[in-house]
């Protein structure tokens, strides 16, 4: 999964218009999208959405915030009906991690369901950022790291995070300990949206520069996003080339700790970015 298309928990509208466009996956949100008073209402809609046809796509849900006292009610409404993901916002480190998990559990007992995946918002809190190392060993049903920097901004004090620019020093260094905390947990990291909706040059930069540095996939806001993040995350044809040409050398010398290609000296760590490399390519993208 390349791109995390965020859809309003309360609008079955954008939720058909998303359901059949390019995001591989959907968030559907029950969180900051939706207004308190619609919070019920949108559990519903929720629930219908996830019921619907979903072409291929994932469909996570985000719930709110533990510390609202909704997330439960959130599960509740949405749990019968199997969504794929739960994403939980305002993760402030393995505590919360597992007392979501330890939730879900009992809604997968009585539903008769698998482990649920959970993508955690892991920096939208000062606090959070002290336990963003702390994740390895959490509960199975962690998959992802997300980082975010609109609640963090509030979170700081902050007055601003430079998002069109390129972020400051706070944002870059929890979206630098958000990709390495999901490293170290062996979980996928998830890059945060990108707010400028209009010039699509910050987006594909931002997405480029995620990329090459780690992130297995982005987040987004809009529909016209989508395209340059999913762009952006999938295997040039000059990379996949080049992941076959190591894999093949190692498949041809298993027991060589070097081998040599195109006059470089190739080793066991490129051999693992080469299958990472082809496992993003997608189904059907072989090694030969």
């Known amino acids: 999964m390349r791109s995390f298309l965020f859809v309003p928990g309360d609008s079955l509208r954008k939720f058909e ?13 029950l969180e900051d999208s939706v207004a308190a008073s619609a919070k019920q209402t949108a559990r519903e809609t929720v629930a219908r959405m996830l019921q619907a046809e979903r072409n291929g796509k994932a469909l996570f849900v985000r719930v709110n915030a533990l510390d609202t006292g909704l997330t439960l009610a959130d599960l509740a409404a949405v749990m019968p009906c199997a969504p794929d993901g ?3 916002p305002k993760c402030e480190g393995p505590d919360d991690l597992n007392r979501a998990a330890h939730y879900l559990a009992a809604f997968e007992a009585a539903h008769g369901l698998g482990p649920t995946r959970i993508l955690a918002i892991a920096t939208e809190t000062a606090a959070s950022l002290f336990t963003l190392g702390s994740y390895t060993g959490c509960d199975e049903r962690l998959w ?7 609640d963090l901004t509030a979170s700081l004090g902050a007055r601003e995070n430079g998002a069109k620019q390129g972020f400051h020093e706070p944002f870059r260094l929890a979206r630098n300990l958000c990709l390495a905390g999901a490293a170290a947990a062996g979980v996928v990291p998830v890059d945060t949206i990108c707010a400028v909706l209009d010039d699509l040059s910050v987006v594909e930069r931002e997405a480029r520069e995620a990329r090459r540095d780690g992130f297995g996939a982005k987040a ?3 529909p016209k996003h989508v395209a340059p993040v999913n762009a952006a995350f999938t295997p040039t044809e000059e990379e996949l080339a080049w992941a076959r ?3 093949a050398a190692f ?3 298993p027991d060589a700790g070097v081998v040599r290609i195109d006059g470089q000296m190739i080793d066991k760590p490129h051999e693992r970015a080469a299958r990472k490399i082809i496992a993003t390519a997608g189904p059907g993208v072989g090694a030969g």
């Open 17 to 29: 218009k998303a359901v059949t466009g390019e995001a591989d996956a959907l968030i559907l949100d």
């Open 86 to 88: 739960i994403t939980l």
């Open 144 to 150: 992802g790291l997300m980082w975010g920097a609109e």
């Open 220 to 222: 987004v806001i809009h």
């Open 245 to 247: 040409k190591v894999l």
């Open 251 to 253: 498949a041809a010398d």
